[in-house]
T-cell receptor
Framework: GAVVSQHPSRVICKSGTSVKIECRSL??????MFWYRQFPKQSLMLMAT?????????EQGVEKDKFLINHASLTLSTLTVTSAHPEDSSFYIC???????????FGPGTRLTVL | GENVEQHPSTLSVQEGDSAVIKCTYS??????FPWYKQELGKGPQLIID?????GEKKDQRIAVTLNKTAKHFSLHITETQPEDSAVYFC??????????FGDGTTLTVKP
């Protein structure tokens, strides 16, 4: 398996502020990282796929200017929610894999609440 | 694109009984099928996976079967325990890497 950490585990912010969430692969080099959001009692919805050193690929309907993804190294990817609004409140989860078609290992998630 | 259907949405069993969760997929190119267990407030945890060149895989009390012709795969948990209570997700993915998840099954194991 793989050990994946996310920071912070939960964050509360005011509407209009930006929030950065970090995803770290602790025990292997993750070529590919995925970002998901999950609403209560619902499935995981893929937001974007990022490969180290290149631009992220966003899913249809996900605003790339609102959800900024940076995958600067093989062990770290960040998701920045810019100008957050209450509707952005959700559980954000990252996953890592050694390559694009390999097994995904998930982080513990970040609970974002926008007031 | 790929569509994954998962049934049932909720499942309640008595401790010691078996639990079966079924998923169907639409894309015949899908060749990797993982199962994840998610506890409340936590990220999904991979519990077992199967690739299309295998029909069945077992790991202690957990097994997964795959029928590529019918495009369905199932999770089997035997001798269930209260700590097996969680939400279980199936997923299907192709060599392109992107996984499509089922809607999840809430399993409750009653002591």
């Amino acid at each position: 398996g793989a050990v994946v950490s996310q920071h912070p585990s939960r964050v509360i912010c005011k509407s209009g502020t930006s929030v950065k969430i970090e995803c770290r692969s602790l025990d292997f080099q993750a070529t590919t990282m995925f970002w998901y959001r999950q609403f209560p009692k619902q499935s995981l919805m893929l937001m974007a796929t990022s490969n180290e050193g290149s631009k992220a690929t966003y899913e249809q309907g996900v605003e790339k200017d609102k959800f900024l993804i940076n995958h600067a190294s093989l062990t770290l990817s960040t998701l920045t929610v810019t100008s957050a609004h209450p509707e952005d409140s959700s559980f954000y989860i990252c996953s890592v894999s050694r390559d694009f078609s390999d097994t995904q290992y998930f982080g513990p998630g970040t609970r974002l609440t926008v007031l | 694109g790929e569509n994954v259907e998962q049934h049932p949405s909720t499942l309640s069993v008595q401790e010691g009984d078996s639990a079966v969760i079924k998923c169907t997929y639409s894309d015949s190119a899908s060749n990797y099928f993982p199962w994840y267990k998610q506890e409340l407030g936590k990220g999904p945890q991979l519990i077992i996976d199967i690739r299309s060149n295998v029909g069945e895989k077992k790991d202690q009390r957990i097994a997964v079967t795959l029928n590529k012709t019918a495009k369905h795969f199932s999770l089997h948990i035997t001798e269930t325990q209260p700590e097996d209570s969680a939400v279980y997700f199936c997923a299907a993915s192709t060599d392109a890497g992107k996984s499509t998840f089922g809607d999840g099954t809430t399993l409750t194991v009653k002591p």
